[in-house]
């Protein structure tokens, strides 16, 4: 990976430092931020490590720390078209195992929409999107020409929390990741539904990472607060929040089996995936054994296994399922 802050003549971006064939350090700047292995980018290493673990196909996408939407627009296109370049590349290469979704620079809508009309192009079927975009919301009409596209060009969008509020507040105890993120995504639900994106966009597959956050657990409260206070949340879309229930995908990467069941129930077994996080701390050791332990009817296991995720993305089982 170039070391974009020489490139670009600023810093701020992510580098890797590879000290071992099968380790490397991301670092920001002189900053560590985690430690990888060759399995975040080692094609093989990774059909390896699906194969012990029974997964079949995997849809890839990137670090989130790698969107760069804070940089300079035509910088982070630049970023975002390594990336692509090189997702596509694995998915073209190992197309019975991969399947891709790009990364846009979000700060600037012309280059996003170019940016994914490329990624249709080079046969990825969708992109991953952040829960805010420099803090801004993902309601507000300057992203509305990125959804459009994405409905005329049939692309799937993955929403993954990221630069995560109140970070610096509660640095310690890894809270932004086990408070915020769950947080982040609740805020992309109810930004998007306040703000009339799904009644403006009906077609665009949305997903939204970790079970949807905490969205399912305040969906009451959010409920009461458009029902008591409609000056303040129906300025912009006056249906209630709960009806959207369904017309949205969330990933099963929840850790819980009995809210997994309260998730199931409440968004409907049609529009759950299997999520996975592989392969980081906070995903699943096994991909899809919490799924499997809650001894769901076999029709509804294979929705949350694989069915629903093809139907996200558009795809025909028939394609992978030898």
Not at 13 to 18: A, D, S, V
Not at 30 to 40: A, K, L, S, T, V
Not at 281 to 303: N, R, T, Y
Request: aromatic share 12%; hydrophobic share 40%.
């Amino acid at each position: 990976m170039p070391r974009w802050a020489d490139k670009f003549g600023y810093g701020g971006f992510i580098h890797l430092e590879h000290h071992k064939p099968c380790c490397a350090r991301m670092m920001k700047d002189d900053e560590f931020f985690r430690e990888i292995q060759d399995n975040c980018w080692d094609p093989v290493k990774r059909i390896h490590e699906c194969d012990h673990h029974g997964v079949g196909v995997q849809v890839l996408s990137t670090i989130p720390v790698m969107f760069s939407y804070w940089a300079k627009p035509q910088d982070a296109l630049d970023v975002s078209m390594f990336l692509n370049d090189h997702i596509a590349e694995i998915v073209k290469k190992y197309p019975d195992r991969f399947i891709g979704l790009g990364t846009i620079p979000m700060q600037s809508a012309e280059l996003a929409v170019k940016e994914m009309e490329r990624c249709k192009k080079l046969g990825l079927v969708g992109i991953e999107i952040g829960s805010n975009v420099n803090d801004i919301n993902l309601n507000e009409p300057q992203f509305f020409p990125i959804y459009a596209a994405a409905q005329e060009l049939d692309m799937a969008i993955f929403v993954h929390p990221w630069n995560m509020m109140g970070t610096k507040q509660m640095s310690k105890y890894w809270l932004p990741w086990l408070v915020g993120m769950p947080a982040e995504t609740n805020r992309a639900i109810c930004s998007m539904i306040f703000g009339g994106v799904f009644e403006k966009f009906p077609k665009v597959r949305f997903a939204f990472a970790h079970g949807g956050g905490s969205f399912p657990a305040n969906v009451g409260r959010i409920d009461r607060g458009f029902e008591v206070r409609p000056d303040l949340t129906a300025i912009d879309n006056q249906v209630k929040p709960s009806d959207y229930i369904g017309h949205f995908y969330v990933d099963s990467l929840i850790h819980d089996e009995r809210f997994l069941k309260y998730v199931i129930d409440l968004i409907g077994e049609d529009k759950i995936c299997l999520g996975s996080d592989y392969p980081f701390p906070l995903g699943e050791d096994i991909p899809g054994q919490e799924i499997q332990h809650m001894l769901l009817p076999k029709p509804i296991e294979d929705k949350l296994l694989y069915q629903n995720a093809l139907n996200w993305l558009k795809l025909d089982k028939s394609t992978f399922l030898k």
